[in-house]
């Protein structure tokens, strides 16, 4: 059974920093991964996709990277801003009895000013 | 494009009464998604529509929930009685297909609700 694992659960930065947030997963077969942004009381952003064959993706300040053999993803931001603080999920599209997408908890980051 | 709209945004009701939330896909998405989302949890599917056939809803309550997507575009979640646990936001998302797993998915803006 797939399982998504996000470390830290919530993560507080100064202004201006670079920061790493993780997410993984326990089974490899996975079709691909997608990074979310969700701000208090909305729904969800999608930021970046990786397909399966891809290594990383980057959109602006961010990076996220892929390693499926060792079930690990990265979303890498660039020079933290106060705008930045939102909760920040991962989520995985398996096939098991059908495409299911299997969501992580969540990194709760607060950049503060 | 216009992006998913959920309907209402926020619902407070008591325990044991009935509810129901509306979403509206973004035009020509076939498939529709109703997630539970508990505070400081990841959202949990409780179904996937492709077009207005159910493909899974092993994760929806079925006594008390229900889902229904006529027509193949708008969809409506019943819950009906509520319970206290039922207190989350739901959030509707679509995407083009569920034969193309490679395309990711759009979420509405969720609607948050409180039983008391």
């Known amino acids: 059974k797939q399982e998504v694992t996000q470390i830290p659960a919530a993560l507080s930065v100064p202004e201006g920093e670079n920061l790493v947030l993780n997410c993984s997963f326990t089974?490899?077969?996975?079709?691909?991964l997608q990074w979310f942004r969700q701000d208090p009381g909305k729904g969800l952003t999608s930021l970046l996709l990786i397909q399966s064959s891809q290594r990383e993706q980057t959109s602006g300040r961010l990076n996220a990277s892929l390693d499926k053999s060792s079930g690990r993803s990265t979303l890498y931001i660039a020079a933290s801003q106060p705008g930045d603080s939102a909760t920040y999920l991962c989520?995985?599209?398996?096939?098991?009895?059908?495409?299911?997408?299997?969501f992580g908890a969540g990194t709760r980051l607060f950049v503060k000013a | 494009e216009a992006g998913v709209a959920q309907s209402p945004r926020y619902k407070i009701i008591e325990k044991r009464q009935s509810v129901a939330f509306w979403c509206n896909p973004i035009s020509g998405h076939a498939t529709l998604y109703w997630y539970q989302q508990i505070l400081g949890q990841g959202p949990k599917l409780l179904i996937q529509f492709q077009n207005n056939g159910v493909v899974d809803d092993s994760q929806l309550p079925k006594d008390r929930f229900s889902a229904e997507r006529l027509k193949g575009v708008d969809s409506t979640l019943k819950i009906q009685p509520a319970k206290l646990e039922d207190s989350a936001v739901y959030l509707c998302a679509s995407s083009p297909s569920s034969y193309r797993p490679n395309y990711g998915y759009t979420f509405g803006s969720g609607t948050r609700l409180t039983v008391v």
């Open positions: 089974d490899s077969a996975i079709y691909n």
């Open positions: 989520a995985v599209k398996v096939v098991t009895g059908g495409f299911k997408t299997i």
